[in-house]
């Protein structure tokens, strides 16, 4: 029997529906969990996939369908990304993976609340000094999954995050991201060869760190969405998590489709293109950075070709673009799309979005489409968007406190006057349409009704929320912000 989240929800213009999973930042004041509460023992010994013990094989997959459960089916994104629904999702886990999940984070990120209430990014194991993450993902265990009455076997389930993992987990709150892989461990269980979860293989359930409206994430992919650029679907969940007490409440996630799963052939018509996650200092495009391990191959591993990447990052820093301009932007795209880089630029700066190229050389990817060859840009991890930001905060419209040396993709751009008034123009489309003032608050007034009553009854140790008046006061700050974002539209436009 699932445990019922005890409040009665009062008749609202959206549905709900509940799924569940099971398995055999930086705020002032944040509830946490004890080191006793989650027994943690004194081993700091690295934890691998290998050290999970397999010794549940013995098991009939009676839930299973096609429709469900295999990979001879579309994916069913009205069923997973639904919007006006609030659905369930519950993680089974077998206290003894638990345990090895929550020794493999101790030998990631230290001692769990080693920050204490409030903390921010700590250091490496023990929790002492230092600010880095772990360069190696969690380890994935098995565990089952459930929603709307059904089973999923066996799935591989890992925490995920960088930064935002390591600070949920030094100040002490379990609400921590997740990845879910449904066929991870098809090897030791015959039976779940190619499961599927309504035709997705892999999926991200984001703990909304350090957003206390749990919105961000969602109305920020919607408005990507809805300038015409390609973008992970999302949707709000909440998750339950019995790891041998019972199901625990964890809070409010949002879904996150996965890049390198479904979104390629949904919205480029095939995946057989490269595509690259970039992340550190070759992610900035700078002139000397160039290196091809960290443009991460998400696919086409096997294959040491990266021409199309290094290609950009030669013409991009050619001097031709000084000399001849014209020349510059017809090689430029020959090999990357600068249109859709443009409109994502307009999309990203008028909505306020810093965790990310500009300020971060990280959270995106560059997917070569088949159909023209070029490099395109995806947009990826929203949760920081729609506020200034750290960091500096969100660059400024005109990009003046952007570097050229540092961030070249908007500085040379920027500086070119035909892609700067392709820029004014999509700057200008952004505010007139999916980020218009009316049209955003509307929708944030019925997210945010959709999504209050699970939101205020997170649970200490389990939420970012000190009160649940943070989260009505988070919706005003988003309110606020789209106007003010209105107005700055207006005074670059017009000056």
Known sequence: MIKNINFLFTAIFFSTTFFIISSCSNDDTIEAVTEDEVAMDDSEDEATDDE????????????????????DVD????????????????????????????????????????TGQGGGPGGGPGGGGGASFSDEDPIFVPAEVHYDDKEWYRVGV????????QSSWQAGILKL????????FEDDYPQIKNQRFYGFKKLSLKNNFNDKSMLREKVAADVFKNAGLAVSHTAFYTVYVDF??????????????????????????????????????????????????????????????????????????????????????????????????????????????WDTYGRMT????????????????????????????????????????????????????????????????YVQDV?????????????????????EPYATVEEPGYTFLNSSSDFQAAISELNSHVSQRASAVNSYLNN
């Open 177 to 184: 991201s997740f990845k879910l892989d449904f066929d991870e």
């Open 52 to 71: 999970v013990t397999i010794d549940d094989a013995d098991f009939e997959a009676t839930d299973w369908t096609t429709e469900t459960h295999s990979n």
């Open 244 to 353: 041998g007490e019972g199901p625990q409440y964890f809070g409010v996630y949002t879904m996150v489709e996965e890049v390198d799963d479904t979104v390629l052939e949904d919205q480029f018509g095939d995946d057989d293109g490269n595509l690259y996650k970039p992340d550190g200092d070759a992610a900035s495009f700078a002139t000397g950075t160039y290196d091809e391990d960290e443009f991460v191959k998400k696919n086409n591993e096997d294959e040491a070709d990266f021409t199309d990447v290094e290609a950009l990052f030669d013409i991009l820093n050619d001097g031709l673009r000084t000399t001849d301009a014209a020349a510059w932007r017809t090689n430029l795209e020959s090999v990357f799309d600068t249109d859709v880089f443009l409109n994502y630029l307009a999309v990203n700066t008028v909505i306020q979005n």
């Open 362 to 425: 990280h959270n995106y990817f560059l997917y070569n489409n088949s159909d023209n060859s070029k490099l395109t840009w995806i947009p990826w991890d929203n949760n920081e968007a729609l506020q200034e930001g750290n960091q500096g905060g969100s660059p400024e419209l005109d990009f003046s406190d952007v570097t050229a040396a540092q961030w070249p993709l908007i500085s040379y751009l920027y500086e070119d006057p035909e892609y700067k008034a392709i820029y004014d123009d």
């Open 431 to 451: 505010v007139d349409g999916p980020f218009n003032v009316s049209t955003i608050q509307s929708l944030y007034s019925s997210y945010s009704s959709l999504v």
């Open 75 to 114: 994916p069913d994104f009205d069923e997973v990304f639904e919007d006006n629904t609030v659905k369930r999702i519950d993680i089974v886990i077998t206290e003894d993976r638990w345990q090895s999940m929550l020794d493999d984070m101790t030998s990631l990120y230290g001692t769990f609340g080693a």
């Open 158 to 165: 890992r925490f995920k995050g960088n930064s935002s993992l």
